[in-house]
Nanobody, 120 residues
């Protein structure tokens, strides 16, 4: 079965950090670009960041530029999203998906997502 598994979410305070992981199961991520998305309560899913198959090209949504960093470790079949200086508006379920290139449609290999929640 081909799919992606997200992990690393949790409870965080404003200004805190988390590192999310996206691991491929049933296929090799080496040849695919990978994007991170998020869906906040009552809102549509939005793109957060994307990394090319080689890791040389990345892009970020304006809302997370300078705070989030996407990276990949192809031998580990994993893509990461390092999230720093977290804000309450970053609360969401975070998903990853693969594609041939970041500007192309993503494949339907969505995982269950990982929840990022803020504590007061």
């Amino acid at each position: 079965q081909v799919h992606l598994v997200e992990s690393g979410g949790g409870l965080v305070q404003p200004g805190g950090s988390l590192r999310l992981s996206c691991v491929a199961s049933g296929f090799t991520l080496d040849y695919y670009a990978v994007g991170w998305f998020r869906q906040a309560p009552g809102k549509e899913r939005e793109g957060v960041s994307c990394i090319s198959s080689s890791g040389r090209r990345t892009n970020y949504a304006d809302a997370v530029k300078g705070r989030f960093t996407i990276s990949r470790d192809n031998p580990k079949n994993t893509v990461y999203l390092q999230m720093n200086s977290l804000k309450p508006e970053d609360t969401a379920i975070y998903f990853c998906a693969s594609t041939t290139e970041c500007h192309r449609p993503f494949r339907g290999d969505w995982g269950q997502g990982t929840q990022v929640t803020f504590s007061e």
